[in-house]
Each structure stands twice: as structure tokens, then as C-alpha cells.
């Protein structure tokens, strides 16, 4: 009884990758790199479905990014936005198949050997290269995020043995779960420690708790009429805020006098834009004096620090930071 049903389980395990065997011929048919993005969905149900809404997916069909090439005119862009497969390329080319689906699974995921590569040892469904540290490095994102990528090279340097967020560590946020499921390879995997495919331009707050930014205010002697407010500024974040070459990228710097009741009284802003080279330096402190009136002195309660994340000229933004203090 017992023999038979290890036989029997050996069919089963040998069947079902049979079936995956032929799932990989959708994968890396001929020509290359056509397998769409719901396809790999069918089994990575949850990658797909954080995939699907995050801006990878909609890097080519972005209004912005459609604005921001002139209809697809600047070519040097466009190999970014609808990459074909990057491991080991030397140069990025604009991939034919699913030009809809932007950066999508086969871009980060098919291998020159025509496997799909990944960082975990798995029992496969279709060939795949496991256990590939490549997955891990930050050079894997660096291939389309270039000045992110130099930024951070520059931070490791500086930082020496310190140990030094990945782009994979901030931008997918981790999770503990199972790579497939559905269908009935589900039954023969185990849940592990991956990340979510949300790549969220925001990260996630550190392990320890430490905020990625800080900030002190000081009130500096009176010049006339009005007090000069000092702001020191400084983020732990490996690269410069904002960061990317590409299209409109701005931080709006935010300081208000607020009432107790939390009506702003006085306000002054500061804005770095990306395309300007403009952005809060990686480990460095930002420092500013803002001229507020002392009749708004004499009214505030505290003194407020908001900085704004904006993509498009026209965009409320996204807080990144907010803070204040009793003046």
C-alpha cells in the first residue's frame, strides 16, 4: 500500500511537470519573449495582481511618459519602457510582443538560457534558473535606473561597512508566501520570504522604525521685521530626493507657521526638480533660512515641515514627509 502510493505520487509529481514543460514552451517560444504578462498571472496570481497595478505596468501607456516622448518620438527611451529581457544585456532593445504591458515579467525574468530566472530554490513548474543572487542586486534595476543606481554605488562607497538599503529592499515591500497559487503545482510549494511586485515609489519604513527623514528648526535672531527660520534637512535614503533623469520629477518643501487650531498663518515653499539636478543629497544636511514676519511669529503655535512628492506638473503629489514642532 505504502509503495503504491509513493508510485502514485511520482506520477503525480513527474505529470505536473510534464504540464509545466509544456507551459514553458508558451514561456520562451519562438521567437523569444512573448509570453504576456496573464499568462505568468494564470499561476503567480498575486504578483500579477500587484504587478498590474504598479508603474511598471503602465510605463509605456503613462500619459506622461506618452507627453514626455512627443507620441513616442525620443527613441533613446522608449528600450526602458518596453524593455525586452535585461539579464545580461549590454544594450536594452524595445521589445515587439505586448507593447502594452511596459516592464513586464519576462523584462526582469527570462534568461538568455530561455529560463525564467528567480532568488529562491523552488520545485518548478517550467525551467528556471533558482537561486540566482542577481535577483538581489540593485545592478538588476540599475539597468533602466541609471542615476538611481549611480546614487546609491556612490552612497555604498561613502558608507563604507555599513549596511545599505537595495532597491529591492525599500521598493518591494516584503511578504511571506507562496510563489504559485493556483492550479496544482499550489499543493507542492511552501510559503518563503519574498517581496510584493507593487515596486512602490514610496518605501517602506526601515525594520528598526528610524524615519527616513529629520528635521530641526531653529528660530535665528530678529532681522527687521521679520525672523529668519532655520531648517536643517536630512534624509537616509541612498539616493538623492528627487532622483531620475527622466521626465518631471519634483519635491515641494513646505514651511508653515500653524495656529493651535492648525490654520496656517504664513507659509514658504522651496521646490527641486530632478530635471534641474536639484534634489536633497543622500546623507548630507540640507540647510535654509525662511523669512516669516514677526507678526506671524506672534500668532503661531508651531511651525510645520511638509515635503511633497510630484510626478506631473498638474499633480497634488504624494506626501513623503510631515512633521511639526511647538515653536
Known amino acids: 500500500m505504502r509503495f503504491k502510493a509513493i508510485k502514485a505520487f511520482l506520477v503525480m509529481v513527474v505529470t505536473l511537470n510534464l504540464g509545466g514543460c509544456f507551459l514553458h514552451l508558451d514561456v520562451v517560444e519562438s521567437p523569444p519573449n512573448t509570453a504576456s504578462a496573464e499568462l505568468c498571472g494564470e499561476c503567480h496570481k498575486l504578483e500579477y495582481a500587484e504587478w498590474k497595478e504598479s508603474g511598471h505596468a503602465r510605463a509605456w501607456v503613462s500619459e506622461n511618459f506618452k507627453k514626455e516622448t512627443d507620441d513616442y518620438q525620443v527613441e533613446k527611451c522608449l528600450a526602458c519602457h518596453r524593455a525586452n529581457p535585461i539579464y ?18 519576462v523584462t526582469c525574468h527570462l534568461t538568455p538560457d530561455n529560463e525564467m530566472g528567480g532568488p529562491h530554490f523552488v520545485l518548478p513548474a517550467h525551467f528556471v534558473k533558482m537561486s540566482d543572487p542577481y535577483y538581489l542586486d540593485p545592478k538588476l534595476c540599475g539597468s533602466c535606473h541609471e542615476s538611481h543606481y549611480e546614487q546609491w554605488k556612490a552612497s555604498k562607497a561613502r558608507l563604507g561597512s555599513e549596511k545599505l538599503s537595495t532597491c529591492q529592499d ?7 508566501r507562496k510563489l504559485i497559487t493556483s492550479g496544482p503545482m499550489q499543493y507542492f510549494h511552501w510559503a ?14 526601515p525594520e528598526e522604525g528610524k524615519p527616513w527623514f529629520e528635521s530641526v528648526t531653529t528660530l535665528m535672531p530678529r532681522q527687521g521685521e521679520t525672523i529668519p527660520v532655520k531648517l536643517t534637512l536630512r534624509h537616509r535614503l541612498p539616493h538623492g530626493v528627487p532622483s531620475g ?4 520629477k519634483a519635491v515641494d518643501l513646505t514651511v508653515s507657521f500653524k495656529s493651535a487650531n492648525g490654520l ?9 526638480h530632478a530635471e534641474k539636478k536639484e534634489f536633497l543629497k543622500p546623507g548630507e544636511d540640507y540647510q535654509e533660512n525662511f523669512l516669516f514676519s514677526r507678526k506671524s511669529l506672534a500668532q503661531a503655535e508651531f511651525v510645520e515641515i511638509r515635503l511633497v512628492r510630484r510626478d506631473s506638473r498638474i499633480s497634488l503629489g504624494q506626501v513623503i514627509f510631515l512633521t511639526s514642532s511647538r515653536i
Open 88 to 105: 545580461g544585456a549590454e544594450k536594452l532593445t524595445v521589445r515587439a510582443n505586448h507593447p502594452k504591458e511596459g516592464v513586464t515579467c
Open 170 to 176: 525599500c521598493h518591494m515591500p516584503a511578504v511571506h
Open 192 to 205: 518563503m520570504d519574498g517581496k510584493k511586485h507593487s515596486f512602490t515609489a514610496l518605501p517602506q519604513v
Open 245 to 248: 533623469i527622466f521626465g518631471f
Open 264 to 272: 496656517v498663518i504664513e507659509e514658504m515653499h522651496r521646490v527641486f
